[in-house]
């Protein structure tokens, strides 16, 4: 793993946002084994979810982990969260390092190939507090990230995830910015998100 200095991180010049991306948050080496050991250990699950009143499976697999049994709610799917394992305490503890936050959760999405997707939405659950700090760490097949802003038509922001990359939104970025991971028709291989989060 390398040391990171100031020059390695990109700070995006949006209003109404916090946007900072390490590309190269973990080398390549250290990352292929990551994501092999993510893929094998964690429980992944499969939660049906209801969208404009019709119910049918998430288009990704996901898995929680957390502090005190803190259960996690979104789209009307609640999650309890499994005890931290000494893998993920390893990737935490290095996240928390550069972000300066102490992390209570962590979702996982694991992306199985380019039909899995997330669509547009805000991390803006009350139990994550007024300004969320959002550390979202990548491995496995490149996806494109996008953002927009709720009142600016013409601000919209694409981002590159690469395997082994940390993004971060911060301060008001939540309640000016919806985010999502599009679909591609494009034959890609799988790819694990790991989104560390404090529930207040």
């Given at each position: ?9 990109i700070?995006?010049?949006?209003p109404?946002a916090i ?6 948050f ?12 993510l ?7 499969q ?16 898995s ?13 799917i609640?999650?309890q969260p499994?005890?931290w394992?000494?893998?993920l305490?390893e990737?935490k ?6 972000c300066?936050?102490?992390?209570t ?20 659950e009350?139990e994550l507090g007024?300004?969320p ?8 097949a ?15 922001l694409k ?11 911060k ?6 910015w919806?985010?999502?991971?599009p ?8 790819r694990?998100?790991l ?6």
């Amino acid at each position: 793993m390398k040391s990171l200095f100031p020059e390695d991180k990109i700070q995006f010049d949006v209003p109404n946002a916090i946007v900072e991306f390490y590309a190269n948050f973990f080398d390549t080496l250290p990352a292929n084994e990551l994501f092999k050991q993510l893929i094998a250990e964690v429980p992944w699950q499969q939660d049906n979810i209801t969208v404009f009143g019709k119910t049918h499976p998430q288009p990704r697999l996901t898995s929680l982990y957390g502090n005190e049994g803190k259960p996690y709610s979104y789209s009307n799917i609640t999650m309890q969260p499994h005890l931290w394992s000494p893998l993920l305490m390893e990737i935490k503890t290095r996240v928390e390092e550069v972000c300066q936050e102490n992390f209570t959760t962590v979702l996982l999405n694991y992306y199985r190939d380019g039909k899995d997707s997330m669509g547009w939405h805000a991390d803006n659950e009350k139990e994550l507090g007024r300004n969320p700090v959002i550390a979202s760490l990548s491995f496995g097949a490149e996806r494109m990230f996008h953002l927009k802003h709720n009142a600016i038509e013409d601000q919209k922001l694409k981002i590159n995830l690469q395997h082994g990359s940390l993004l971060m939104m911060k301060g008001e970025t939540q309640h000016f910015w919806k985010h999502q991971i599009p679909k591609t028709s494009k034959i890609i291989g799988p790819r694990i998100n790991l989104t560390f989060r404090i529930l207040k």
